[in-house]
């Protein structure tokens, strides 16, 4: 048996996010597609020792490789609920996807966390078996079990995959503010929508092209996370500006992607947006999950 594993733990923008109301239980009712984007975490799973250890490198800001990590948090949450005891683990995180940046990149790092310890332990769950466990983990953690395209609805976490779309390539663009998401959610500005906007987009995924994703772009987020930082409305139109067939926040923000005509459209528009302080990547979407080299 293995006793240590590599993942690749990949970002996810939301071409189309609709809120359609306020839950009971504190949440929002949601409809709104995933796509996963090449940019990724890498996460170093080993077997060794007798305790649970994490450590942290890359853009790891604010992040504490404690047990507020998700990734930790998935670890003793796989220990205790799937394997049933305890075991010796050194659990290495790079980040290179941003923090609290719309991106998905805590709830991917838990998924492949979960994907990997499923692996290396030989427990065999799978993704059926990991889900509830995930989803315990976050609304966004079912979503990168599978990866790819997804509608997702509930709180998210209900998860159903979509055929791919053609691959498109995507300029990402993060200032420097990050946006907390239960804050975005309470700011009141959220605008609510029925869900028809990602019902019409999980009809039409599979035959999509970058002109035909531009013009389906929706975030019902977006007027709140504008409103916490309004610099995101200057992101938009640079990227638009730059030659941008859309953009839209991704998430509870505050990245915003730009759609772009194609790789060497998008490189060009990344081109034209750095050095302005902001982080900038050109990126695919991707048709898979969480890479295991
Ligand atoms: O599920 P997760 O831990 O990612 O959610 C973080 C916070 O975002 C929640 O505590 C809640 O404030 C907000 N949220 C929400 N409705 C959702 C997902 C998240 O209100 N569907």
Known sequence: MSES???????KINPVLEVLGKRPDGF????????????????????????????????????????????????????ERALGREEG??????????LAAGLGGGSSDAAATLLGLDRLFGTGLGVPGL???????????????????????????I???????PEQWLVLVKPEQGLSTPEVYRSGKAAFTD???ARVFANKSAGMDARGLAQVLYNGLEPAAVGLLPLIVTIKEALLGAGALG?????????????????????????????RGWDVWAVPTLAQGVDQP
């Open 5 to 11: 594993l590599i993942l690749r733990p990949p970002a």
């Open 28 to 79: 929002h009712e949601l409809a709104l597609i995933f796509q996963t984007v090449g940019l990724y975490d890498e996460l170093e799973i080993e077997r060794v020792g007798s305790t649970l250890r994490m450590e942290m490198t890359g853009h790891a800001g604010s992040l504490a490789p404690d047990d507020t990590n998700l990734v930790a948090k998935a670890a003793r949450s796989f220990l």
């Open 89 to 98: 683990l050194r659990l290495r995180l790079r980040k290179g996807i941003p």
């Open 131 to 157: 889900s509830e466990l995930a989803a315990r983990l976050g609304s966004d953690v079912p979503f990168f079990l599978t990866g790819g395209t997804a509608l997702g609805t509930g709180r998210g976490e």
């Open 159 to 165: 998860i159903q995959p979509l055929s791919a779309p």
């Open 195 to 197: 869900g028809a906007r």
């Open 247 to 275: 953009a839209l926040v991704s998430g509870s923000g505050p990245t915003v992607f730009g759609v772009a005509k194609d790789r060497a459209s998008a490189l060009t528009i990344a081109g034209t947006l750095g050095g």
